[in-house]
């Protein structure tokens, strides 16, 4: 698939994530960001994320919630850059709280989140089958399975 093409797609569904948060939840602070830099306080860590989902507490303070990070053809290759990023977020929020991250082809998604101590990865979801019209309930689990993680986690703010 066509690294636009994903980008693009990832960018609906996010957009959509955070526009149902801000209208069902009151969410009206966050803010769907493309191409965003995160650079810890030190500039120790960091780098560019496809796309980054940002609470603003207030006019100078911005949080970061959640990154989504393409990967063209292996979750594996963005992996280094999506925890030296969840680092740095953690870093620059100061809050004690929990930051999340996914990296995904748009076919196959991995969560991974960071506490300050820990990183954690869940198993890589795939949403898109070879022969989705005949699985069609597992097609329709997997894509609930993720936008109810991405909803959980910007509820949860």
């Not at 196959?108 to 300050?116: M, S």
Request: glycine share 4%; proline share 1%; net charge negative.
């Amino acid at each position: 698939m066509n690294r636009s093409v994903v980008k693009a797609n990832i960018g609906i569904i996010l957009q959509a994530m955070v526009a149902y948060s801000q209208r069902t939840m009151n969410h009206d602070d966050l803010m769907l960001k493309r191409e965003i830099e995160i650079i810890s306080k030190d500039e120790q860590f960091g780098g560019t994320m496809e796309f980054a989902v940002t609470q603003m507490n207030d006019i100078e303070a911005t949080r970061y919630v959640l990154v989504v990070e393409t990967i063209v053809d292996s979750l594996g290759r963005g992996l280094t850059q999506m925890l030296l990023t969840l680092k740095s977020m953690w870093d620059v929020n100061n809050d004690k709280k929990m930051v999340y991250g996914f990296l995904t082809t748009a076919i196959n998604w991995q969560l991974v989140t960071y506490d300050g101590q820990t990183w954690k990865l869940s198993e890589p979801s795939t949403l898109l089958l070879a022969n989705m019209r005949k699985q069609e309930d597992r097609w329709l689990k997997n894509n609930t399975q993720i936008l109810d993680v991405i909803y959980s986690i910007l509820a949860s703010i």
